[in-house]
């Protein structure tokens, strides 16, 4: 599924299917979901890879984090740690590669995208959007369609705090996948009742799983660090 691929290449799954055949003597790069179909003429016998990516890419790469709701609120004790797993939605490129490095020609979800903004204009941060359930052990979700974040959450306070949300920045991001998974980390200390600090790892989600390819264009440019500060409820 996902990794490298030469031409020819054909690709089908759930309802997703990518192609390179040969067109005279350039090549034709065919994608289609449903009724959507993409195409582009490559000159060159194409070669690369087909990678899970930053969902931060559609409908345009605007967004600067990823916003999820808990489908469930959960209720943290005093001083008290967890482990939760919650799914995001994924996003993938197909790549080009050659000496001098890798080019995307294609990005595409099963996702239907939606942005928001966590606060409140125009200090807000606009994000993309989405809602999970709660999970304690990993969940086996179809990893073209969702990926799983682990996220360690602390609470620093000396009494009960309701989580109802997570805010994780574009930086923060590390991807990795395998045949059944595409898998990311990050930690969540909690500050205040409305108040916590988000932070992404960059260690391997599991053992033996290849790490994604970064392809957000405005990682380096991100305002918001690695390091997230929700401020505006939690």
């Known amino acids: 599924m996902f990794g490298s691929f030469s031409a020819p290449y054909n690709f089908s799954a759930q309802g997703l299917e990518l192609s390179f055949t040969k067109t005279g003597t350039a090549w034709t790069y065919r994608r ?14 194409p070669k690369g890879f087909f990678h899970p990516i930053e969902p931060l890419m559609l409908p345009k790469p605007v967004a600067t984090a990823l916003q999820i709701e808990f ?3 959960f209720t943290l004790g005093p001083m008290g740690k967890a482990v939760v797993f919650l799914s995001f939605p994924v996003e993938m490129g197909v790549f080009l590669t050659q000496r001098e490095g890798s ?6 979800t099963l996702a239907q995208p939606k942005l928001t903004l966590y606060g409140k204009a125009p200090e807000g941060i606009l994000c993309r959007f989405h809602r ?9 979700l179809d990893p073209l369609r969702l990926g799983v974040l682990r ?19 574009a930086q923060a991001m590390k991807l990795f996948f395998n045949d059944a998974l595409v898998g990311m980390s990050a930690t969540m200390k909690i500050l205040d009742r409305d108040k916590a ?4 790892t960059v260690e391997n989600f599991a053992p033996g799983m290849t790490p994604g390819h970064e ?18 409820g939690i």
């Open 215 to 232: 392809a957000y264009p405005l990682k380096r440019l991100n305002p918001l660090g690695r390091k997230l500060q929700m401020e505006e």
């Open 103 to 108: 080019h995307m020609i294609d990005v595409l």
């Open 197 to 200: 600090e988000v932070e992404g």
């Open 71 to 73: 489908e469930q609120p």
């Open 151 to 169: 996220l360690a959450l602390h609470n620093t306070e000396p009494r009960w705090v309701t989580v109802t949300q997570t805010v994780l920045s």
């Open 32 to 45: 289609s979901i449903g009724e959507q179909v993409v195409t582009q003429v490559i000159s060159e016998e």
């Open 132 to 140: 999970s359930p709660l999970s304690f052990e990993t969940p086996a």
